[in-house]
């Protein structure tokens, strides 16, 4: 190994220096440029020409055969030397977002600028003489010794803050960290080999050309990896593979130039190294396409399924089966920590949380992002998917190192997905931006389909419903001329066939009889006035009712069917009087649907409990709770248990119109009703309010003799 490093020649080790002057002189400028607002890339431009300063001098210096110039040159080049730890160190403070100690710098570029004024004396170095294959290098004098602890303390020190922030910080910045850490360590290990000759080691600075691997890495890092072009892991294999490359176009010329240098044959050595350099970029290529594809299998997996979820998703009709699916297929495809969707709601003027993967996640996601939120603007202004860095920092969403993904419709944002950073830490690269982008466009065809077709089902549901009005209407007309010939009938026996009957204990019976018929009558009938009402979407005369009396008449009529299904039920009911305008045969439904679909929930429930309560809110509004120890009510149903034919049990069980129905006869209550419930498994309760009214008349509350309007 050493025989080889030394077989190197002179050309070799001045040629390294043309090249990292040519590299850190692009560099500088490539950096200074890409953000000239930025203090960060102008201190870097500033350290990347200190390193293109030297390595002209560097190559100036080995390429003169005049011992004054090359003393000269090389004092000259050490000057960038001297400014290297103070420029890095002041870039490393900007890059890791630290606060910049002033003094601690002001010190430095102070040290740098004393060890600068010696560098033309003895003091800094000495007696210029031949080392190994090199023929001029000076001695070290006292001050190159504390320069040098200056330089290697600086740069030790910097290792430590970046080693220190790559414990804490996670995502891009970390990875911008790593890759500036890696590309430093590169670089001053190819630095130290410099120094061995001025201690007169009998090691060569074989390593040099490296410096310009160690400046393009930071580079990459301020200018490329900021803007988001290029994932860590790609940036390090293109430059490994350049690396190789690079060595292998200029080790074979060197190597032959050292072996083949007599004879006149350098021609032939630079026409084959022409002939490699026009290789280079073929053979960079295939071997960077080759060493990706191994690489990134991975990744071009989780691209592959994207692709294929964006093809496939626009069949799926159900819009919460499609959140569902991006949501969990996305994450496990890319391993991510979280996924989320947000839609547009018009009532709530926001957009609202409707799915969440995995579940435990949902406490870094606000409910309700309002229309106006700065996040929502970003999104309209950009059009396109942003990471973490581009939208800064959220107070309704953590973003964790992720990337927002809008949704838009024909003419507006109609919703956005949220994806958590990678769980191994990658960042997002540009190739996945730009699959994001396809899962964009595909997820909201797939969003305004799905809603296609829900609107198609309502309008169905509507016909449907429309027919069953109808058709109630109609069976409730042909029920109730019959019934009302059963209790006229009843009545006529009651009031003028008994007065035949002598018999006290017979006479009691047939008019007990007589009640029973005119009782069960009357209830029927009054369910077919309440169908009729209903079927003919019609207010109807409502009258003055005991709020309190309706609800205790509903229970006398219910509580053996409780009873049936071992239901416990307790009533909350004040002793002062609410009145209300309604009629009882609907307010009885009403309480009858919501019991029903109580008794439904707790049918595999430990305890079976039904907590019946009326309050007065206020002057004006009386409110009726039902709550039940039932299998609850996902949040996301809470709002869609009303709508027509919406139902979680099965098609034996239920038409899912109970619900519907009992908010039809709230609202011609002039009332509302709702439900809540804390999730599943946790109960629920139903509400509604109706309002009080205080015109009251004596001939409105008073009974009629034998007559009450019973309803199930």
Known sequence: MFKLINSL???????????????????????????????????????????????????????????????????????????????????????????????????????????????????????????????????????FH??????????????????????????????????????????????????????????????????????????????????????????????????????????????????????????????FGMFLATLGPFIYTFLSRRTENVVFREQRHYREVINNLSESMINIRDIEKLFTTITL???????????????????????????????????QFQELIPFNDSLIDI??????????????????????????????????????????????????????LLVLETLSYNTSLAIENCTYWKELEDRHRKARLQEMDTFSYSLAHEIDNPMTFVFNLARFLKGHFLKYITDSEERKEVEGTCDIIMEGSERVMGMVKAIRQF?????????????????????????????????????????EPVYVKGVTAEIQQILMILVKNSIHAMKHSQEKRLIFKLTKLNHSTARVAVSDTGYGIKKENLHTIFEPFFTTKASTEGTGMGLHNAKGFIQRHNGRIWAESEGENKGATFVFELPITHDIKAQDIKKKENKTDWAY
């Open 9 to 143: 020649p002179l050309q070799y080790y001045a040629f390294s220096g043309l090249i990292n002057f040519v590299t850190a002189g692009i560099m500088s400028v490539v950096v200074f440029f890409s953000n000239r607002k930025s203090k960060t890339n102008k201190v870097f431009a500033a350290f990347s020409f200190a390193v293109a300063y030297w390595s002209i001098l560097y190559f100036v210096w080995l390429s003169t055969k005049d011992k004054g110039l090359a003393e000269f040159y090389l004092r000259s080049c050490m000057i960038g030397v001297l400014f290297m730890p103070s420029l890095f160190i002041h870039f490393v403070y900007l890059f890791l977002k630290r606060k910049a100690r002033k003094k601690f710098l002001i010190f430095n570029y102070l040290l740098s600028i004393f060890f600068t004024l010696t560098v033309y004396t003895p003091l800094y170095a000495k007696d210029i003489g031949p080392h190994l294959i090199i023929p001029y290098w000076l001695h070290t004098g006292i001050v």
């Open 146 to 271: 504390f320069a040098i602890l200056h330089f290697g303390a600086v740069v030790l020190y910097s290792f430590y803050l970046m080693w220190k922030a790559l414990k804490t910080e996670s995502g891009v910045f970390r990875n911008q960290i790593l890759y500036v850490f890696i590309g430093t360590a590169i670089g001053y290990i190819a630095g130290v080999t410099n120094f061995f000759s001025w201690y007169r080691i009998n090691i060569p600075p074989f390593l040099n050309v490296f410096v310009s691997v160690y400046v393009i890495m930071v580079a990459v890092a301020v200018a490329v990896l900021r803007s988001k072009l290029m994932d860590i892991n790609l940036a390090l294999i293109r430059t490994g593979v350049f690396i190789f490359v690079y060595l292998f176009i200029l080790g074979i010329p060197f190597w032959l130039g050292n072996h083949l240098l007599e004879g006149g044959k350098w021609v032939g050595i630079l026409i």
């Open 535 to 575: 079927g003919q979407k019609t207010t109807g005369e409502l009258e003055t009712l005991h709020l309190q009396e309706t609800i205790e008449g509903f229970f006398k009529l219910y509580a053996p069917e409780l009873k049936a299904n071992f239901v416990t039920y307790s009533k909350e009911i004040p002793d």
């Open 379 to 432: 999104l309209n202004q950009r059009k396109k998917p942003l990471l973490d860095e581009e939208i800064g920092p959220q107070r309704r969403i953590t973003l964790d190192s992720g990337v927002a993904i809008p949704l838009f419709g024909k003419d507006s944002l109609i919703g956005f997905i949220i994806l958590g950073g990678k769980q191994n830490n990658q960042m997002y690269t540009n190739d996945d």
């Open 329 to 363: 297929t996305v994450s496990e495809a890319v391993k991510i920590k979280s996924a989320v969707i947000y839609l547009r709601q018009e009532e709530y003027n926001s957009f609202q949380l409707k799915s969440c993967y995995p579940e435990e996640a949902k406490s």
